[in-house]
């Protein structure tokens, strides 16, 4: 087992991976930017390291700077979290060169699961379903057109080298065509510095089902699906497990493809098969190969610590669980919880937090990043703390956390803690039914009036301030009295003497 | 309507029935037509200012029934109670003060003798009691009716404001015109606040110009707030709007203390003493002739909003403005490097030694930023006297005991090192940053002197010179030099620099110093 | 009216439009209606269903679940029909003059450039110092006068800008 492990990352992951590796008795480094220097994460470790400065590519992303911090703190094995180094085959390979243990995936599996192209023909060769378009970069924009003639509008241009949503471009009608895919090509060249594009067939209104596995050498365990359909330009805001609409049958089946699609591509550690489900069937969408930021809904159903377990086959050792084991307990929720306004189209709001109160009780977990006076910087992801709720069934899973978002008191900031009270009120989230594009077809945001009950006050303390005429009068101050010391008053009178008090001029009257 | 901070009472009695009478028709001014041409013109009547300007409900009017005792010209027969100007006393944050508020709906606000001596008196009695005293200018100018004797109120006012200064704070509010002898109160007063759009002051206005000169001028270009705020230098503040003006009042009061014996008042803070800043470190460039703006310097030191700029449009290359640390109010002076490369030049050190002056006055401790390589060249300032008005600001700071703190962040050149305040001149506790340059000049300029010779021998002159700059900058174009011969008590870190400068206040408030004694100095004027 | 108001060390903007009853209050694009009574030493706020009652003294806001520091930073009020006349108003031709004698290192503008106040026009080296000089208005660039490498002395004009906003004089 290593003795040290440096955890390349930052805010409530590295906390959280941190937590792991002490109840492991790893010692734990981190790394921080100069932004990062009163950061909540720094006081997780037990030793942390400076890394560069605010920007991302000078630090977090900087390879040679977190291998130097390795070095220095003789790290045994690196966690990269997820995000940031955790998808580089490069930074993987440039570990095991160092003598390190990446703990993840192996850079060849890892390479093949970030080619998106590569990565679907390989499932498809296996068997996996794949949603109807092409295994191979599209030439130009005349082959674009009569392979989207083929599969039928409306299509789903995406770029083999991407990732997190960017650079893809759906299409609806053919006379979109063509602009579509130079601005597609555009964005996946200046994004990922590769350009290629293919085509899939759009899939209205599916769901986003994704399964969790882990690989050692010997055996594979596939865990029940978490449903990831919130989504807002991409990006997961809300995550559960099991997913509304997946019954056992269905559920045995996504398991093992996705068991044995990983094996097929020499997969190791923890990664996890998105699907997308549309009409009662699920086609491949990708591979993420690694330790996932919705990772917790899933440790509170089953009971596994997935990163333990991420370490111990890192380490060579084997799987504390197996398939058969495995069992799922109710029902769990997990609501990301970031920096940003929903009230103007969720504009990241930096800043510094002045209140800070978790929810807690049973069911309840956070994974926060921040604490009372941390600084939320604008370099980095708007993540600040993950809500997630654990209890017997959905119904109740949604009134803890319903109860918990009301009981979450982050000052200073603002935070998407509207937008999620809005969510869980909506009708179609209770009976779910979800889709991709649901947050923004129900307009969710766009209806939000209000940030909350603290926003609420500060509006009626203005207005009562307003209808008692203080504010007219401007800034009032609480003036204190000075004593002057008797020292320096016997200077002032020195200063002062040769002058005798106003004697009262001669005046008219 | 100004609620009067005392109620009535015996109803019933016809001779207090006829007291009220009295009183509800000396509130009421010129009459509602009047009233109404006031408020069309955007402005407030004389009362709506003083309600808004005191604290709610604290005004106590004083001399309400004084009449004028003119006969001629028919004045006799227009005989309007308080004469054109409410005077009285009040509190702003609970402190008292005394105010006067001319009456534009009274014979326009035109000051005679009794209006005058209405003013007189609240001055009086200010000075007995050691509070401030706030005017709310809005008058036509003297009151031709009254001849001579006008003249002569002016000048009973003149010479109080003259006895006062330096005893009490003077603040005049411009909310109207103020034209003529007139303006001679305000400009020995302490700080003029003006209001954009409705005031105006000038000594001739622009009929007589256009008579004179054929000029064609505007009120507003001429002696508008703008004007006086950005060009002449005469307003210190150049409010949006009445209200926001009297809102600066307010403000500004929060700084001085009611007089020359006592400290300025403290607002707590909960921004730390301890606080240091690593933005500090970042915000002057690292190439010797980048600029930025030392108000960002300024900001990032004192207490977190407290920062109140002073004269912000007029001679922005240096800044002076109050601000506090611990609550405890100081004031700021600064070379501006954004504006003008930070050099000194006349307007400047005008700026900045009535300033400092003002602060010396009433206890209220000064923080110097320099970063000021030299003053201005050029015939223009020699022309107009950057010799004698250079040596205001030197004159200011030498002659000052308040407690000094100077803190250098850049350049530091020749004559202008001494002036800012420099250890010399009995600056309190001195400090540098790393980036800190004292010298007697710029390397550039520098070595062309020094090592003439060498380069003119030199077969690459050019490069020589280069190298030798390099050299020199190298050598002396940092603050150990100074550190060394104890011309500075520390170099500090920027990050570091809100504690040390706070720390340097504290040890200094119970400073005594005292100068020989004397009439007054003879600064050069 | 626009103030900054700092409860218990949070600080928003907030404007507020008075309207039959109370006043809309503004924060960062939330809107908040208000319903107002002022009595002798409190105010009823309704918002939504809610009505709160409020007490304030000096520096603290109480209500009824708890005691707020309440602190007003800055407070500026549209200024209402305030006539200001000045020749540089719309349309006025303005010269910006360089303050100081120096080496243009960098011109920024280029005739028929549109400009907001505050914007570098041109760079110069003099006192062995970089000197930006502003546009004093929101406008059109009519005239570049200078060109890079050149010396000027103090008060050249450098550029010609034809405003279309309001401008320090």
């Avoid at chain 1, 010997?218 to 995550?239: I, N, P, T, W, Y």
């Avoid at chain 1, 509304?244 to 269905?250: D, F, I, T, W």
């Avoid at chain 1, 809005?422 to 979800?434: C, H, I, P, T, W």
């Avoid at chain 3, 960098?106 to 914007?119: K, M, N, W």
Wanted: neutral net charge.
């Amino acid at each position: 087992m290593f003795r040290r492990l440096l955890i390349a990352n930052r805010g409530e992951i590295a906390i959280r991976v941190a937590r792991t590796a002490r109840e492991m008795g790893i010692r734990t480094i981190g790394v921080y930017s100069e932004a990062d220097r009163s950061a909540l994460h720094r006081r997780a470790m037990d030793e942390t390291l400076l890394i560069g400065s605010a920007l991302p590519a000078d630090s977090y992303l900087h390879i040679e700077h977190v291998l130097e911090a390795a070095r220095v703190a003789r790290a045994d094995a690196i966690h990269p979290g997820y995000g940031f180094l955790s998808e580089n085959p490069a930074f993987a390979r440039r570990c095991a060169e160092a003598g390190l243990v990446f703990v993840g995936p192996p850079p060849d599996a890892m390479a093949l699961s970030g080619d998106k192209i590569a990565a679907r023909k390989t499932m498809a060769g296996e068997g996996v379903p794949v949603t109807r378009g092409v295994d191979r970069p599209l030439r130009t924009v005349n082959d674009a057109r009569t392979i989207a003639s083929e599969i039928g509008y409306p299509v789903l241009f995406k770029a083999t080298a991407g990732g997190g949503g960017i650079g893809m471009s759906r299409v609806d009608r053919p006379a979109e065509l063509a602009a579509a895919f130079e601005s597609a090509r555009g964005v996946a060249l200046a994004n990922f510095g590769n350009a290629d594009l293919f085509l899939e067939k759009y899939l209205r209104r599916a769901r986003h089902v994704e399964v969790q596995v882990l690989l050692d050498s010997a055996d594979g365990v596939g865990f029940v699906e978490r449903e990831c359909s919130v989504q807002r330009r991409h990006q997961k805001l809300v995550e559960e497990t099991p997913s509304p609409a997946v019954e056992r049958s269905l559920r045995a089946r996504l398991i093992e493809t996705a068991v044995r699609g990983l094996r097929a591509i020499g997969y190791r550690n923890a990664g996890t098969v998105e699907f997308l489900l549309h009409d009662g069937r699920f086609t491949f969408n990708e591979v993420n190969a690694r330790l996932q930021v919705e990772h917790p809904i899933t440790e509170m159903v089953t009971g596994v610590d997935l990163v333990r377990q991420q370490i111990r086959i890192a380490a060579g050792d084997d799987l504390e669980i197996s398939q058969s084991e495995l069992r799922r307990h109710g029902h769990a929720i997990e609501c990301r919880v970031n920096a940003e306004d929903p009230i103007r189209n969720f504009l990241p709001s930096p800043g510094r937090i002045v209140g800070y109160r978790e929810p807690t009780g049973p069911g309840v977990r956070v994974d926060s990043g921040v604490a009372a006076g941390s600084l939320v910087p604008p370099y980095y992801d708007p993540l600040m703390a993950k809500l997630v709720v654990h209890a017997t069934n959905r119904k109740k899973a949604i009134e803890v956390m319903r109860r918990s978002i009301d009981a979450f008191e982050i000052r200073g900031v603002h935070t998407n803690l509207p937008f999620h009270r809005a969510l869980l009120g909506k009708s179609v989230f209770v009976r779910g039914n979800l889709w991709t594009t649901m947050v923004a077809d129900l307009r969710i945001a766009a209806r939000l009036r209000s940030r909350g009950p603290w926003e609420e006050r500060v509006a009626a303390i203005a207005a009562a301030l307003v209808a008692s005429g203080r504010v007219a009068r401007g800034p009032t101050f609480p003036l204190e009295r000075p004593s002057v010391a008797r020292w320096s008053l016997a200077g002032r009178r020195e200063r002062l003497s040769g002058g005798g008090h106003a004697v009262s001029p001669r005046r008219r009257w | 309507m100004t609620r009067s901070a005392f109620g009535g009472s015996m109803v019933g009695d016809e001779r207090v029935d006829e007291l009220r009478r009295r009183k509800a028709q000396a509130r009421e001014g010129g009459g509602k037509d009047r009233i109404q041409a006031q408020h069309k013109k955007g402005k407030l009547t004389a009362r709506e200012r003083l309600d808004l300007l005191l604290d709610p409900g604290s005004f106590v009017e004083t001399d309400a029934f004084v009449e004028h005792r003119t006969t001629d010209f028919g004045m006799d027969a227009k005989r309007i109670p308080g004469d054109g100007v409410v005077t009285g006393h009040g509190t702003i944050d609970g402190r008292t003060v005394f105010v006067f508020s001319q009456d534009f709906t009274v014979f326009g606000g035109s000051l005679g003798e009794m209006h005058a001596n209405k003013i007189v008196k609240i001055m009086d009695t200010a000075m007995k009691v050691g509070a401030p005293v706030i005017g709310l200018n809005d008058s036509g100018g003297a009151r031709i009716q009254e001849g001579v004797i006008s003249l002569g109120g002016y000048a009973e006012i003149f010479f109080r404001n003259v006895l006062a200064s330096g005893v009490i704070p003077q603040i005049s509010a411009i909310l109207g015109p103020c034209a003529g002898g007139a303006v001679y109160s305000p400009a020995m007063t302490d700080f003029i606040i003006m209001a954009k759009g409705t005031s105006n002051m000038f000594i001739t206005g622009p009929e007589v110009i256009k008579a004179v000169t054929g000029e064609d001028v505007t009120f507003e270009d001429l002696g508008g707030a703008t004007a006086h705020a950005a060009k002449s230098g005469v307003a210190h503040f150049a409010a949006p709007d009445e209200k926001a003006a009297l809102r600066f009042v307010r403000k500004l009061l929060s700084y001085l203390p009611s007089n020359n014996v006592d400290d300025p008042p403290i607002v707590a803070t909960d921004d730390e003493a301890s606080r240091s800043d690593a933005e500090l470190s970042q915000v002057v460039p690292k190439e010797s002739d980048k600029p930025y703006d030392m108000r960002d310097v300024i900001r990032h030191v004192v207490d977190r909003d407290s920062w109140f700029e002073v004269h912000e449009e007029w001679a922005q290359n240096i800044v002076i403005g109050f601000a506090r640390l611990e609550g405890r109010p100081v004031g700021v002076v600064g070379n501006q490097p954004k504006v003008q490369a930070g050099t000194l030049d006349i307007n400047a050190s005008i700026k900045a030694a009535r300033f400092v002056r003002f602060c010396d006055c009433f206890n209220i401790p000064l923080l110097t930023f320099v970063d000021v390589p030299g003053f201005l060249p050029g015939k223009e300032q020699e022309y107009d006297g950057i010799i004698r008005n250079g040596a205001k600001l030197l004159f200011a700071f030498s002659e000052a005991t308040v407690p000094k703190v100077t803190v250098i962040t850049r350049k530091a050149y020749g004559g202008a090192y001494d002036v800012m305040c420099s250890k010399h001149i009995r600056g309190d506790f001195n400090f540098a940053w790393p980036s800190a340059e004292l010298a007697v000049m710029g390397p550039e300029g520098a070595v062309p002197i020094i090592f003439k010779k060498e380069i003119e021998e030199a077969k690459d002159s050019r490069r020589r010179e280069k190298e030798l700059v390099t050299e020199y900058r190298d050598r002396f174009a940092n603050p150990y030099i100074a550190a060394r011969m104890g011309y500075l008590d520390d170099v500090i870190e920027p990050s570091e620099t809100r504690p040390r400068v706070i720390d340097a206040f504290s040890v200094l408030r119970t400073k005594r110093e005292s100068r020989p004694a004397k009439k007054h100095g003879n600064i050069p004027l | 009216m626009r103030f900054r108001l700092d409860v218990d060390g949070e600080q928003r903007d907030i404007e507020v439009q008075p309207i039959a009853g109370g006043f809309v209050i503004r924060i960062e694009c939330a809107e908040y209606r208000a319903r107002t009574r002022l009595a002798m030493d409190y105010v009823d706020v309704r918002i939504g269903a809610k009505t709160q009652r409020l007490h304030l003294q000096g520096n603290e806001a109480f209500l009824h679940d708890g005691i707020h520091r309440v602190r007003l930073v800055e407070v500026s009020e549209e200024g209402a029909d305030v006539i200001e006349s000045r020749p540089s108003g719309p349309g006025a031709i303005v010269d910006v003059r360089s303050s100081m004698p120096g080496r243009v290192v960098r011109v920024a503008i280029t005739p028929g450039a549109h400009v907001r106040r505050g914007e570098t026009l041109v760079v110069l080296e003099a006192m062995k110092m970089q000197n930006e000089i502003p546009a004093p208005g929101d406008g059109v660039v009519r005239q570049v006068a200078v060109s890079e490498g050149e010396t000027v002395t103090a008060d050249r004009v450098v550029a010609s800008i034809e405003l279309r906003g309001p401008s320090a004089s």
